[in-house]
């Protein structure tokens, strides 16, 4: 019996080794190792039972229950399953009639060792040497049970027992540590593989970390998939060359290669480092290079190399000290938080607005403002800023030291994460040398050097302006060409530097004769071009101005030049040619003005001509009217005839004084035609006072006679000299000097000097009717004629005028005119009287009206005073 425990031991111990190797088999096959497990299990135990010690038939004493125990508590449920049904198979084929009690032994043992198992997991036993061995007990004891219901001889049954609690028990122990033992191996092998794989996969894989592994001559054995994409080179490209090659430059080659020889040499690793290797395109990559020294046993030597990529961390670097170096630049630079309080400054702002740090920082963004940016620019900047978040623009900053500058800021917010401004960067440049360098390029491109007036080409831009500005309210204008008749001599004779000061002299005196609005420009050399604008829309009465302005630039150009210590006289000519609207081309013009220039030169130089024939005409019969009026006044060379102006019954109540010019060539010149002249030109005003002077000595004279001491004699009195500041004065003065009664005298206005300062004229008109002065308005109808302001005027008087006294017989709207002007004047309390009336049915018509006082041809012309006095008496005697 001992014989066959030992056989079945011994098989037992192979069984055990078995299944430590076939479990290596089944390796990734769970269900296959189980179910091979019990296959092996079930056979062994079939092995076993071959040549049984059979102490009754079909009841087997062998190892069964210790190997199904042991399958129980090593195996699990399915391989014990599977063990069952083929031992359990083989036993009913045997067909023992005890075969039950075999079968019973068998699963009480799968039993007991699914329990142990079952309790194990749940942390309740354990599996060290003495449970195993209890375990083995029980298992025997159980076996024993069975078998003592078997009809085995109680002596058989002592020894059996005996047997297999000494044989068996031990066994199950023997068979566990076994199987433990190969279970342990096999757990620690699978660990070791499962993590072998996991490094090789996190290493192959790894993104951030490259790997790359040499062999002592430097070939590459290793290169992972982060050193494909730091180097550039595949894997492919990468193994079997050499590492010098791939990726070291070429003055880092001999270097590694001492280096590896040493590394290898003394299997000490190279020092980890930052290193600047290079990629397969050639480019830099900078890497945290760390350096293993690796011997697998039974191969040969590797170096291992671990790089961290540090292109990242070179380009923040590079773009920290790129962002330093800018904060630090030229460029003024501050950064405010988003309520625009300074946070930082740079250098270049603390010199250039010379706040220091303490000073700017916490101050709010408008420290930079000056007074000269208004409010209102800086709150479009702080809206441009809310909307946009930037804002680019000139400002006009002030130093701690007071002086202000102009900057060319650029301001830009800086957003965090969720897109609320964290802070303003603004940069600052001092424009103070571009804005003078512009202003300079300005004076240089559009003026001229020498003189600083504006240059050809800015005169032809005003002009152009000048042109389309006449076409659009319709105003005359001119262009004046003058030369300087005499400089090409100074320029011969004396030099450069003697002309050029007689230019800038004569240049300054031009633009002393121009109005603000008008342009005097160089052309280059001695000629100058002045463009006059905004003249009257009346062709005539601007080139009477034109001619003004012109003779004013003549005779300014003729006044001698201070050149060093000598006097220079000079003369010069002036073409005009006038233009309205875009009629004419700039061109076009330019070529009249000039033409006319020289026509000027050839009439004997220092002169002025018009370019039209006809302007030229009317230009040179005002001038020469003008000489001569300013002649007659200076000699007293006019006459004051007198009118009379006569009642109902033909008596004369009064005179009106009209001027007479006797003229030695012109004959007696109408005051029609030189009276405008003499209100344009100016002369009306010592004209005027010779008038009324003349007047008041008249009426004087006529005081002392009773037939003419109650005369009223009515003076005319132009707009111009009404206008006057003095006017009122002067008359004033004149009565007083004179002597003549104020009641007498009686000033005939005219509407159009009533319009343009409603308020002033009432006040000077009431001034002198205060003094028992009259007044009456000449020619009423013909003008505005406006009820409103003909009720606020202090009038005494209305004059119909002899326009439709004319034809008030014949042209109904006239006779209309003229009664309604009575009925106004009677309506108003003021008195009316009737000029030119040259006809009995005129005046009988305008008596019918209501009109009783007259003046015209049907009584009398105007007369010189002494014949005039004669009328009077004469008419009396009637
Ligand atoms: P006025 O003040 O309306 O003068 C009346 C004009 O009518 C005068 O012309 C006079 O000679 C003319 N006249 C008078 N009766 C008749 C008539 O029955 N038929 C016609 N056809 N004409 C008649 P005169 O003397 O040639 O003066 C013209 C204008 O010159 C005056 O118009 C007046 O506005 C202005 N004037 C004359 N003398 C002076 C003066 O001393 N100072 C100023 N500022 N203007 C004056
Ligand atoms: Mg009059
Ligand atoms: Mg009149």
Redesign the pocket.
């Known amino acids: 019996m001992v014989v066959y425990l030992a056989q079945d031991v011994a098989w037992m111990l192979v069984l055990g080794v078995m299944q430590c190797l076939h479990v290596r088999l089944w390796h990734d096959q769970l269900r296959a190792s189980q179910v091979a497990t019990g296959l092996l299990f079930g056979v062994v135990c079939v092995l076993g039972m071959t040549e049984p010690y059979l102490p009754l038939p079909g009841i087997a004493v062998d190892g069964g229950s210790v190997v199904m125990g042991i399958l129980g508590l090593f195996g699990g449920v399915l391989p014990s399953a599977v063990a069952l049904l083929v031992v359990s198979g083989y036993h009913i084929w045997l067909g023992s009639p005890h075969a039950v009690i075999s079968l019973a032994v068998l699963f009480g043992s799968v039993g007991l060792g699914l329990l142990y198992r079952y309790a194990v997991a749940r942390g309740r036993a354990r599996t060290n040497v003495p449970s195993l061995l209890v375990f083995g007990l029980v298992l025997q004891l159980g076996r024993i049970g069975f078998l003592a219901l078997s009809p085995i001889e109680p002596h058989a049954l002592l020894t059996i027992s005996m047997a297999l609690i000494l044989v068996f028990a031990p066994a199950t122990l023997l068979l566990a540590m076994v199987l433990q033992e190969g279970q342990r191996r096999d757990a620690l092998d699978v660990a070791l593989r499962e993590s072998e794989s996991r490094f090789r996969t996190l290493i192959k894989d790894i993104p951030g970390v490259s790997v790359q592994a040499y062999a002592p001559d430097g070939t590459t054995r290793y290169w992972n998939k982060a050193s494909e994409r730091l180097y550039g080179f595949t894997a492919e490209e990468a193994i079997g060359r050499n590492l010098r090659d791939l990726i070291i430059p070429a003055p880092m080659r001999e270097g590694v290669r001492q280096a590896m020889e040493h590394m290898f040499a003394s299997r000490e690793a190279i020092p980890a480092g930052e290193l600047v290797l290079q990629h397969k395109d050639g480019s830099r990559v900078p890497v945290f290079s760390s350096h293993a020294f690796v011997q697998a046993p039974g191969r040969p030597p590797e170096m291992f190399c671990v790089d961290i990529d540090l292109s990242a961390r070179y380009r923040a670097e590079a773009e920290l000290s790129i962002a330093a170096t800018a904060f630090d630049a030229q460029e003024s630079v501050l950064v405010t938080d988003p309520e625009q309080r300074i946070l930082r400054v740079n250098k270049a702002f603390t010199q250039s607005l010379g706040y220091s740090d303490a000073e700017a920082l916490g101050k709010p963004l408008s420290l930079l403002k000056s007074e000269r940016d208004t409010d209102v620019y800086f709150s479009t900047l702080q809206r441009a800023l809310r909307r946009t978040g930037k804002w680019a623009g000139e400002i006009w900053s002030r130093r701690k030291n007071g002086e202000v500058f102009p900057q060319w800021v650029n301001i830009n917010a800086v957003y965090d994460v969720e897109g609320e401004v964290s802070y303003f960067v603004a940069t600052l440049s001092d424009i103070t040398l571009r804005k003078a360098a512009e202003d300079q390029i300005r004076q240089l491109a559009f003026f001229d050097p020498l003189t600083e007036l504006p240059n050809r080409r800015l005169l032809m831009d005003r002009l152009q302006r000048a042109l389309t500005s006449s076409e659009r309210n319709k105003r005359t204008g001119a262009l004046l060409f003058i030369d300087l008749d005499n400089f090409k001599t100074l320029n011969d004779t004396r030099g450069h530097d003697q002309g050029d000061q007689l230019l800038r002299q004569a240049a300054q005196r031009l633009s002393g004769c121009i109005r603000d609005c008008d342009t005097v420009a160089r052309l280059g050399g001695d000629e100058f071009l002045v463009v006059l604008e905004n003249l009257d829309s009346n062709a005539v009465a601007a080139a009477a101005d034109v001619r003004a302005v012109g003779e004013k630039i003549v005779a300014a150009l003729n006044q001698p030049y201070q050149l060093g210590d000598f006097d220079f006289n000079s003369t010069a000519s002036v073409g005009v040619a006038l233009y309205s609207g875009l009629s004419l081309s700039i061109d076009e013009l330019l070529k009249q003005a000039d033409l006319a220039m020289y026509q000027a030169k050839a009439a004997g130089r220092n002169g002025l001509r018009f370019f039209d024939p006809a302007m030229q005409a009317v230009v040179n019969a005002r001038a020469a009217l003008e000489a001569d009026l300013r002649l007659a006044i200076a000699q007293q060379r006019f006459e004051l005839h007198y009118q009379p102006q006569v009642d109902a019954h033909g008596r004369v109540i009064g005179a009106e004084a009209l001027l007479r010019w006797p003229h030695p060539v012109r004959g007696m010149v109408s005051p029609a035609s030189f009276i405008p002249l003499a209100e344009d030109t100016g002369h009306i005003l010592p004209l005027g006072r010779w008038v009324l002077e003349t007047a008041c000595k008249q009426l004087v004279v006529w005081a002392q006679e009773p037939l003419l001491e109650s005369l009223v004699l009515a003076v005319n009195v132009s707009a111009r000299q009404f206008r006057e500041a003095s006017f009122v004065d002067g008359v004033l003065a004149l009565l007083a000097a004179t002597g003549a009664n104020p009641r007498r005298l009686k000033l ?1 206005l005219t509407e159009s000097m009533l319009i343009d300062n409603l308020e002033e004229m009432v006040e000077k008109m009431t001034a002198l009717q205060a003094q028992g002065i009259g007044l009456s308005l ?2 009423f109808g013909t003008g505005y004629s406006s009820l409103s302001y003909l009720k606020r005027l202090p009038l005494d008087q209305l ?1 119909i ?2 326009s439709f006294v004319r034809d008030v017989l014949t042209d109904p709207s006239d006779a209309a005119i003229a009664r309604t002007v009575v009925a106004l004047a009677h309506n108003l309390g003021l008195g009316v009287m009737a ?2 009336v040259e006809t009995l049915a005129q005046k009988e018509f305008l008596a019918r009206c209501g009109c009783h006082a007259y003046q015209g041809y049907l009584f009398s012309r105007a007369l010189p005073a002494g014949q005039f006095a004669e009328f009077v008496r004469n008419t009396e005697v009637k």
């Open positions: 005939e000449d020619d004059k005028d002899q000029e030119g």
